[in-house]
């Protein structure tokens, strides 16, 4: 393609521009026609600024020829001359006329600016090599990354200026570190940018969504082994002062800017101080010193995630922008550009071809508040620190791309502290809550409740305070025992097995705590009967009766920790022996409590700290504490898993998100996932017994991916999209994703209504909350659909590679969750509510708002329950 190259930095010098020629060559190499137009000398921090009453004059310049280095370079380290550029025939000429020689490589350079470049290459240049097709700007003599820099930057000006000429732009900078410019760091950075441009080019969207991109690559050893992330501008401001220093005399321009952009030598500002005089005004020189140790802090200052960020930790960034001063494209912040991939072809260069122009109109982003409504939402201030590495810019990219730019802020999450969070600290002092609104994601030890209880309507929170009747196994067995007692036809009959709940303080006593668990133990006893007389057969006794498996889980332990498999009396026994505490100390515990086990055990799929019982004594055979070690259920195992034979006939189970949004909605996330484990599945009774522990080999049957280690073998093919599996030809054709897919819904509603109506004490969901939870079923040979757990702040990292998932997860969550929160009080809120869309939304074939909703994958969410409280916004007391 045709490419029109401008900058701010002038012609090819080691002082002021030394990276162009290099960038130039490579495109050429690439195949590309380069058209070069430059201004004559340094035109840094001069933005998008054009000369009125001055007459633009060319000159010409001639880079030196192919077979030498690349003019702006110094390659001759050892050379004073070729250090401070004195021998131009190293870096080119210029001439006052243009060649009469044809085929010879001429740039033109003019008195103006970058934007006046691009004028006069688009218009008054270059003609006979055909339409420009893209103008990169570029690359720069350091960074154009956060606002400080974007706003001033000549670069980004010029791109600019192509882009009101309806021209597609670039503008590239290169961010260096040290005042060594390597020749080969250098090279790699042109060949990473032409790259990043050719990919940009295929991918440029064709809703006009965007005019420019703004790209800073760092020149860094092996930078090509980088992300090339796409990210948004760091909003930061000058530190109190002036950018300026009083000096003496006149300051040479090239040189200067070359000292500024090294940073270093930074003058103190002159005090000023002398004898005092009558005279208004003190006669001084200013001399441009901007302190870049502002903009450094604040990049340091800031979460991840923006281009300041990316650039410091070695990634190539990439901006997208609009040509009115908006970012642009922003649910794409976070995200890797695909340098390769089926996209649209890159443009032949012809002469007379139609230019492609961007189309003027921007388009409002897909999925997000409507930045048109005549009553603007409220400010939200928002806490997005999940505190998860894999969760975290999925969220923020969602938030990003859910709200527009300068409608909220992202709050700077404090340092650590055991003293406990307050959101009232980080939001500004003066700050009127009647015209903003807060919003807090983080893990459930952080979240301010006090906070979030004072300003029920103008703050959401992430978590309800409490909710055990769902998440610890003894209180979900209770809340199932319960409902079904009154609702004896409700679905969790038959999609939940029955439970025996029982604490053990001690080993020695635990014949006395099962005393009232009446099924448990008639079953053992049956077993014992069974395989007394069972010939040598252990599964099949004289009476034809099969032994009856159990497993039993410890009810506050996670990520499939203690859980064991037994039949009979002595293989329990044998199991709690092997947890007996070593000595008296470990016995010692507090007692359980209410709310302090709710705020000490939120994450029930990752660390917990017990119920309230605060022993933290780890048993190495199974990585869990103590204090885990007194509630426990145990359940009828389900021997007859079904088995996929396309899938080596592993035993898997169904991992489903699901959103619990005020009190009370509950949706379910379509898109689901299979967890399998390691190892092919056997019955119990005739799996691999180990030689060390005389136990049954559990990678068979637990298929929690966090048991299976860091071992690729065992992880590998372990987790898959539940809509992919081969759920036909397996001998079940009863069984379908669709059949299985709707047991989940119906049992997911019934349950969290059991929770809601039966267990209002220890399930008490908050009007402005929400609650993200990780469900699991397992589904049997017959195709019934058991429900085995629930998981509040569930582990995504078991998703492993299909983040996807996730990310449309939270997307979800937040468009149902966090946009009709923000939006409360507008006209365009039009009186919804959490969980809801608003009004007429779903009716909507055309338009934005329906547009949004699609966008958001809202299609996905399933909504399994709609159950009215009494505690909606809104509703009278």
Known sequence: MHILIVNDDGPPSPHSSPYVHSLVRELQQAGHVVSVCLPHTQRSWIGKAHMIGQTVKPTYYRPPPPSAPAAGLTTDTTSTQANTGDDDSNHGTTHTRPSTRPGTEEWVLVDGTPASCVQIGLYHF??????????????????????????????????????????????????????????????????????????????????????????????????????????????????????????????????????????????????????????????????????????????????????????????????????????????????????????????ETVKGATTPTIQSTLAIREGRIDEASSSPSPHLYALVDYEDPYVQPLLISSMDSLFPAGSWTLLKPPPASNDGLSLASLLPPSLDLANAKVLQISPYESIDFDFAAQHPTTCLINSYMIRKALIRKHFLSATVEGWVAKQPQSVLGTHVKRSEAFEVDFAEFLEDALVEAWDLRASLECNAEILAGSSGNESVGRGGGAVEWWILKPSMSDRGQGIRLFSTMGELQAIFDAWEPESESDEEGSDDDEQGGEASTADDDGPSNGDGDTKEIMDDSDNIMTSHLRHFVAQPYIQQPLLLPELDNRKFHVRVYVLAVGSLQVYVYKDMLALFAAKPYQPPQSAAVSAEEGGIDLDAHLTNTCLQGDDGAAKANSVHRFWDLPLSGNGSSHVTADSICDQICAVTGELFEAAARGMMIHFQPLDHAFEVYGLDFLVDAAGTAWLLEANAFPDFKQTGDLSGVVAGFWRCVLRLAAVPFASAGSESSKGGKLGQVAEGEENQGKGEVAAATASAGVDQMVLVRDIDLGRRWGATP
Not at 131 to 145: A, K, Q
Not at 192 to 220: C, F, M
Not at 222 to 236: C, H, I
């Open 126 to 347: 270059f003609a006979d090599r055909g339409p420009v097709d893209l103008v990169v700007s570029g690359p720069n003599y350091g960074r154009n990354t956060t606002a400080v820099f974007a706003l001033s930057s000549g670069t980004l000006g010029g791109a600019l200026e192509a882009a009101v000429c309806r021209r597609r732009a670039v503008a590239l900078s290169y961010a260096f570190f040290s005042r060594n410019h390597d020749t080969a760091i250098i090279a790699a950075a042109s060949k990473q940018s032409v790259k990043v441009i050719e990919a940009l080019w295929r991918q440029w969207p064709t809703d006009g969504s965007v005019d420019l991109y703004s790209v800073n690559v760092p020149l860094l050893e092996g930078l090509e082994d980088g992300k090339v992330l796409f990210t948004g501008v760091l909003q930061n401001y000058w530190g109190p002062g002036s950018c300026f220093t009083e000096v003496d005399g006149s300051v040479e321009g090239e040189e200067e800017e070359e000292w500024i952009r090294e940073g270093e030598g930074r003058a103190e500002e002159l005090s000023g101080q002398g004898e005092k005089t009558p005279a208004c005004h003190t006669h001084k020189h200013f001399k441009w010193s901007p302190r870049f140790t502002d903009v450094y802090k604040s990049v340091e200052d800031a979460p991840p995630g923006n281009d300041g960020w990316a650039v410091k930790e070695g990634h190539t960034s990439i901006t997208p922008l609009k040509a009115n001063f908006w970012q642009a494209s922003t649910e794409l912040q976070g995200k890797e550009l695909q340098l390769e991939g089926p996209s649209a072809a890159l443009p």
